[in-house]
């Protein structure tokens, strides 16, 4: 069957190459009996392949049945799926069939197989591999002949990893894997759908018809549709029963988008100009390259020097770079010197330059490390900025106005 009857037959609308090529997978996986993985995020229409691969298959006229892994309680799920006796546990007042019995010749829908509990695991594996399975309670192997179809929006492979789901189970559902796109990758069939969705709400409620201007299409086809087809058709119903304005803009638009996640997963990147956004990693970068940029030049100063025998040209008169570079390797923590360097011009004698001569004229200032004499100074500016007043001066230096009180009357201020 054509790509076109099939999406004709099961009302799918689009025409994105990916939609195409998942439609595909399905046509050719049908007529066989393999298991089948469908992959995709929540809303994107998983179950709908399900129905198309059981409908396009040799057990069409069997039973069909939709069993959602994660909506079932971990006690009972074994239960479910396989059957119990009476008795089997608390409340097990009667025999029980499960679904791998009663759909038997048929097709069962596993949905959110990665919710499934690891025992439970087991137990669908054995029924995968052999056909086999024993009811909670009983010792008696039963027979099944059932296709399974399952599907999961998480990622498997991942939850393998981290020992959340049976490796063995994975590599056995996964025969096929078939991946549902997301509607963000589908962007030419979001108005499409749209436009579908619409259509048939209003003739349900028999309100007028929908329609958006320029500024509506952007925001519908630019926004990430996290609840992906879903999601849309929700919104297009919300829009036939309240919207009475028949043309809808953009701002009216956002209105029923959630705010909560519409600036978290709107598909574009927000820029804020004038702002540069490191990284981590970008800043450890530019401080190598600023190293390496530093050590060059020194290297070419080194250079200058040697070959001239002396202070090199460049710097012979740069006296306040020679200093600036002096009070930049100032170690803290030491006693401060302010120091001055003089470069002097070389002496002409015979003809013959002398090298340069360079004097270190160092000025040292002896600074008074007492921890009374620094906080009576700091009390003392803090006063006088404040023209005597205590309140004003204890907030100056952050402390307590009953506080500065007592210093004053300890320092004797």
């Not at 054509?2 to 595909?24: D, H, T, V, W």
């Not at 620094?374 to 009953?402: F, M």
Request: hydrophobic share 35%.
């Amino acid at each position: 069957m054509e790509i076109q009857e099939i999406k004709q037959r099961f009302g799918i609308i689009g025409n994105s190459p990916l939609l195409n090529r998942a439609i595909n997978i399905a046509n050719q996986v049908a007529p066989t009996d393999i298991s089948v993985l469908i992959t995709g995020e929540s809303g994107s229409g998983k179950e709908v392949f399900s129905h198309i691969i059981h409908q396009m298959s040799p057990r069409k006229h069997g039973p069909f049945i939709a069993v959602n892994c994660g909506a079932i309680p971990e006690g009972t799920i074994d239960s479910e799926l396989f059957g119990h006796e009476k008795g089997a546990y608390t409340g097990a007042v009667g025999e029980r069939k499960g679904y791998f019995e009663t759909v038997s010749g048929g097709t069962i829908f596993l949905d959110e197989i990665a919710e499934m509990p690891l025992g439970t695991q087991a137990r669908l594996l054995r029924v995968l591999e052999s056909g086999q399975f024993i009811k909670v309670g009983s010792s008696k192997v039963e027979k099944t002949n059932v296709r399974v179809i399952a599907a999961t929006n998480v990622d498997v492979y991942e939850a393998v990893k981290s020992g959340k789901f049976r490796e063995d189970l994975y590599y056995r559902l996964n025969t096929v894997p078939l991946r549902i796109p997301p509607l963000r990758d589908r962007k030419e069939d979001i108005y499409l759908l749209f436009r579908k969705f619409t259509s048939d709400f209003t003739a349900k409620y028999r309100t007028p018809p929908i329609q958006l201007d320029d500024e509506a299409q952007q925001v519908l086809i630019n926004y990430s549709w996290p609840g992906n087809v879903r999601q849309l058709k929700n919104m297009a119903e919300q829009l036939a029963v309240l919207e009475t304005n028949h043309v809808i803009t953009g701002s009216i638009l956002l209105t029923y988008i959630p705010q909560e996640v519409s600036g978290r997963n709107l598909p574009m990147r927000v820029e804020h100009p004038g702002k540069e956004d490191f990284s981590e990693r970008d800043i450890l970068y530019k401080v190598l390259f600023d190293m390496k940029r530093d050590m060059v030049e020194l290297k070419k100063l080194v250079a200058e020097i040697v070959e001239h025998g002396g202070v090199a040209p460049s710097f012979a008169n740069n006296q306040q770079a020679i200093n600036q570079l002096y009070r930049d390797i100032e170690m803290p923590g030491n006693n401060h010197h302010e120091s001055q360097f003089t470069i002097q011009q070389p002496v002409i004698n015979n003809n013959k330059p002398d090298a340069f001569n360079i004097t270190h004229d160092a000025e040292e200032v002896e600074e008074s490390l007492s921890l009374i004499e620094k906080e009576s100074d700091l009390i003392r500016k803090a006063l006088k900025k404040h023209k005597g007043k205590r309140k004003l001066a204890a907030n100056e230096l952050g402390i307590s106005e009953r506080t500065l009180y007592r210093k004053i009357k300890e320092l004797d201020l």
